[in-house]
């Protein structure tokens, strides 16, 4: 490669990585989705079976008091 096209292509590679590190200033775009381990996906769904199971302990408790 010559001189000159070296430098373009560190000129692109520059302004490459400049625009990587720009974050879109939109609100309504969705947070991109990352990978959820099955290890996290069991975490997940245990606290969701205790939320559950809270949520149904405390309606029993309130019909028995009724």
Request: glycine share 0%; net charge positive.
């Given at each position: 490669m010559n001189r000159k096209q070296e430098m373009i292509?560190?000129?692109?590679?520059?302004?490459?990585?400049?625009q990587n590190k720009v974050v879109p200033s939109n609100p309504s775009s969705k947070a991109?989705?990352?990978?959820?381990?099955k290890a996290e996906r069991e975490k997940i769904a245990v606290t969701e079976a205790a939320e559950q199971a809270a949520a149904?302990?405390?309606?029993?408790?309130?019909?028995?008091?009724?």
């Open positions: 292509k560190k000129l692109a590679k520059r302004a490459k990585a400049r991109v989705e990352r990978y959820i381990s149904t302990e405390t309606s029993n408790t309130e019909t028995d008091k009724d």
